[in-house]
């Protein structure tokens, strides 16, 4: 395989090797294609789970946000919050109870 590179980085590849950071040029590029395939894979996992994120219901992604929220909030919502939604939202006077 023969891989052309950048002036500037085959400067610095070999710069490496003979600072003995590697012992030679393959070993220099055996370690930066295994980083670069690390990081793919990576990548790769990341979009998996976010796509699986993305797949759950939207009741289950509500349930795991609200998840954390104390019972002592919810207690604080009225009691009439869904029948008299437009008045807590938009200030519309309150609907007689049904």
Not at 13 to 31: C, K, N
Not at 47 to 56: D, N, R, V
Not at 60 to 68: G, K, N, Y
Request: charged content about 25%; proline content about 8%; overall charge negative.
């Amino acid at each position: 395989m023969t891989i052309h590179l950048p002036k500037e980085v085959e400067t610095d590849i070999l710069a490496a090797v003979r600072s003995g950071r590697f012992p030679s040029v393959d070993a220099a590029m055996t370690e930066a294609a295994s980083l670069l395939l690390q990081q793919l894979a990576e990548a790769a996992a990341t979009a998996t789970s976010s796509a699986a994120h993305q797949q759950k219901p939207i009741w289950d992604r509500i349930l795991e946000r609200t998840a954390s929220i104390p019972d002592e909030e919810w207690d604080k919502l009225p009691t009439d919050l869904a029948e008299q939604h437009d008045h807590y939202i938009y200030g519309t006077p309150k609907r007689p109870p049904a």
